[in-house]
């Protein structure tokens, strides 16, 4: 069964720190993947997606994202945190080429 | 805006009374799906149209809930003899099926309390 398990339910880093959010996933099926965030209240918002090529996805608000095909991992990675992006991510793959299946979401606190 | 929107964007309601949650699309998206969404998890998948065929329904979908998309446009979702289980956020998303990538954008998404 394809299945997405993101590592740590709570991340904490300092404004200016690296940000690393984590993400393993399982498929039998080359896999679509996904990082979509969310804010209080709100849907989601992708923020980028592998699909084929280049393994380095970049995307918006300085995100990027690594898929790792040796590894199952798909690590959602900024080099400099900002306040801005406190939110929940949440890492997510095609089931079937139809729905999505996401992870259980990590929450992002940024430290001033 | 030309986002996906979704109505009302808070529902509370008694348990035991039916709901109905309106989405409406990207205008030339094809697909439209829903998901569900409790508190700390992240959404699962309810149910997809492609225009006006409901192509797969998740287990999740009891037969107190029923969706429709008429003329592949807007849809909607409706509980019946709600439970306090079914609080949640609702979620709805389009995508345009003719893209290798098939991106969904979701709407803001219906918080659902059932009392």
């Known amino acids: 069964a394809q299945s997405v398990t993101q590592l740590g339910s709570h991340v904490s880093v300092s404004e200016g720190a690296l940000v690393l959010l984590r993400c393993n996933y399982s498929s039998s099926v080359p896999p679509y993947l996904f990082w979509y965030v969310q804010y209080p209240n709100q849907g989601l918002q992708l923020l980028l997606k592998y699909t084929t090529g280049a393994t380095l996805v970049k995307g918006i608000n300085g995100f990027e994202a690594e898929f790792k095909k040796s590894e199952t991992s798909f690590h959602l990675t900024k080099p400099s945190a900002h306040m801005s992006d406190a939110a929940e991510y949440f890492c997510?793959?095609?089931?079937?080429?139809?729905?999505?299946?996401f992870g259980q979401g990590t929450r992002l606190t940024i430290n001033p | 805006d030309t986002g996906v929107s979704q109505d009302p964007r808070h529902k509370i309601t008694k348990r035991g009374q039916n709901v109905t949650f309106r989405c409406d699309p990207i205008s030339e998206h094809n697909r439209l799906y829903w998901y569900r969404q409790t508190l700390g998890q992240g959404p699962e998948f309810l149910t997809y149209f492609q225009n006006e065929a409901q192509l797969e329904k998740s287990r999740l979908l009891s037969d107190r809930f029923s969706a429709e998309r008429p003329k592949g446009s807007f849809s909607t979702l409706e509980i019946q003899r709600t439970e306090q289980g079914d609080s949640a956020m609702y979620l709805c998303?389009?995508?345009?099926?003719?893209?290798?990538?098939?991106?969904?954008?979701f709407g803001p998404g219906t918080r659902l309390t059932v009392l």
């Open positions: 998303a389009s995508s345009r099926w003719d893209s290798t990538s098939n991106e969904q954008f």
């Open positions: 997510a793959m095609f089931q079937g080429a139809q729905k999505l299946v």
